[in-house]
């Protein structure tokens, strides 16, 4: 089974900038749609973007604009780029592929 480690949160100003980091255990970014997804406290996990294997993209609507989402295979990594951050944007992050559970995930606070 793949395992996914997602790592680069951190607490940010509003407008400010962070890079999420989602690291595969095996070569799996050219085989599977992998998916970010974020949860702040009290609400449902809720799905923020994903890739591709073709490298395609797609947001939800919330983030569209402000968030990019990238992949480099060698290092078998995929990162969430997280621009013009609000406070609504703070949640736990994470990274998930259809044959993976959900891990720690990463901390993402954006506050004043």
């Known amino acids: 089974q793949v395992q996914l480690v997602e790592s680069g949160g951190g607490s940010v100003q509003p407008g400010g900038s962070l890079r999420l980091s989602c690291a595969a255990s095996?070569?799996?970014?050219?085989?599977?749609?992998i998916g970010w997804y974020r949860q702040a406290p009290g609400k449902e996990r809720e799905w923020v973007g994903t890739i591709s294997p073709s490298g395609s993209t797609a947001y939800a609507d919330s983030v569209k604009g402000r968030f990019t989402i990238s992949r480099d295979n060698a290092k078998n990594t995929v990162y969430l780029q997280m621009n013009s951050l609000k406070p609504e944007d703070t949640a736990v992050y994470y990274c998930?592929?259809?044959?993976?559970?959900w891990g720690r995930g990463t901390q993402v606070t954006v506050s004043s």
């Open positions: 095996g070569s799996i970014l050219s085989f599977s749609v």
């Open positions: 998930k592929v259809p044959s993976s559970g």
